[in-house]
């Protein structure tokens, strides 16, 4: 299976729309090269411009929606189209990821559980998602999570006990942190037997310095790929029957305790 991580550059002085283009050209261009092309988290905004959340939220099938399922059938390619910021018609602000397939239909949406922030930011400014999303491509399940999610293993053993296989994770995450990036990526991958594509956004955030390295890691959590710095487009090949081939050789998952429902013994 081939995979393209588009690793984009959100800078100053780019509209939403000038991007949104430049961005769906990009796709485009994975036309023939890819199967599974990935965006990263709030690449239309900037996962830190907190201020621009409300003023440049859409509603779930709005312009980017529309701008991203053309690409993807225009590609001919599956497209995790990172995520925007959504305004619910009946609700808050979410920050939610869009998947279509290779005809522009879509086919998953995912409202990021974890908002990152700590009584700030996102966390006050977005909604929870509550639900974790699967989606089937012909070679293997994908399960979904966003940027400070990473952090969250239950998450990811919840999308494994769902059937994901693959662990798609666009982020905004930020230089400063960029080694817990690299380590958090392989350490899912590792505990569950799965592939993670983690694609990050390069350039600088309201302020912020991006991490950009982008990276493709294998079930035993060997690094298969990883971006520099700066704006890139990251190609990969990986056989997503390794997945299985691993948990059958290594069975670690078999040997689950914890995390089944068990009743939790207190010190006194």
């Given at each position: 299976?081939?995979?393209?991580?588009?690793?984009?550059?959100?800078?100053?002085?780019?509209?939403?729309?000038?991007?949104?283009?430049?961005?769906?050209?990009?796709?485009?261009?994975?036309?023939?090269?890819?199967?599974?092309?990935?965006?990263?988290?709030?690449?239309?905004?900037?996962?830190?411009?907190?201020?621009?959340?409300?003023?440049?939220?859409?509603?779930?099938?709005?312009?980017?929606?529309?701008?991203?399922?053309?690409?993807?059938?225009?590609a001919?390619?599956?497209?995790?189209?990172?995520?925007?910021?959504?305004?619910?018609p009946?609700?808050?602000?979410?920050?939610?990821?869009?998947?279509?397939?290779?005809?522009?239909?879509?086919?998953?949406?995912?409202?990021?559980?974890?908002?990152?922030?700590?009584?700030?930011?996102?966390?006050?400014?977005?909604?929870?998602?509550?639900?974790?999303?699967?989606f089937?491509?012909?070679?293997?399940?994908?399960?979904?999570?966003?940027?400070?999610?990473?952090?969250?293993?239950?998450?990811?053993?919840g999308?494994?006990?769902?059937?994901?296989?693959?662990?798609?994770?666009?982020?905004?995450?930020?230089?400063?942190?960029?080694?817990?990036?690299?380590l958090?990526?392989?350490a899912?991958?590792v505990?569950?037997?799965?592939?993670?594509?983690?694609?990050?956004?390069?350039?600088?955030?309201?302020?912020?310095?991006?991490?950009?390295?982008?990276?493709?890691?294998?079930?035993?959590?060997?690094?298969?790929?990883?971006a520099?710095?700066?704006?890139?487009?990251?190609?990969?090949?990986f056989?997503?029957a390794?997945?299985?081939?691993?948990?059958?050789?290594?069975?670690?998952?078999?040997?689950?305790?914890?995390?089944?429902?068990?009743?939790?013994r207190?010190?006194?």
């Open positions: 299976m081939r995979a393209s991580l588009i690793q984009i550059a959100v800078e100053e002085g780019e509209s939403v729309e000038s991007r949104r283009v430049r961005v769906a050209a990009l796709v485009r261009e994975q036309a023939g090269a890819a199967d599974l092309v990935v965006l990263p988290e709030l690449w239309t905004t900037g996962a830190f411009a907190y201020e621009e959340f409300g003023s440049e939220a859409e509603p779930l099938e709005g312009p980017t929606y529309e701008a991203m399922a053309k690409a993807a059938s225009d001919g390619v599956w497209l995790h189209a990172g995520s925007i910021p959504e305004r619910d009946d609700g808050p602000l979410y920050n939610t990821s869009l998947v279509f397939s290779p005809s522009g239909e879509p086919v998953a949406a995912y409202r990021k559980i974890h908002r990152f922030g700590f009584d700030k930011g996102e966390a006050v400014l977005m909604g929870a998602g509550e639900e974790l999303v699967t089937r491509l012909p070679e293997t399940t994908v399960g979904l999570a966003t940027c400070y999610d990473l952090r969250f293993p239950e998450l990811f053993r999308l494994v006990d769902a059937g994901a296989e693959t662990l798609v994770i666009p982020a905004g995450w930020p230089e400063r942190r960029r080694g817990h990036w690299t958090l990526a392989r899912r991958a505990e569950n037997q799965a592939f993670v594509l983690a694609c990050g956004t390069a350039g600088t955030h309201a302020g912020v310095p991006q991490a950009g390295h982008s990276i493709v890691v294998d079930p035993w959590g060997e690094v298969l790929a990883e520099g710095a700066g704006e890139e487009v990251l190609r990969v090949e056989d997503p390794k997945v299985a081939t691993t948990r059958e050789q290594f069975p670690a998952l078999k040997d689950r305790v914890l995390g089944l429902r068990r009743p939790v207190r010190s006194p």
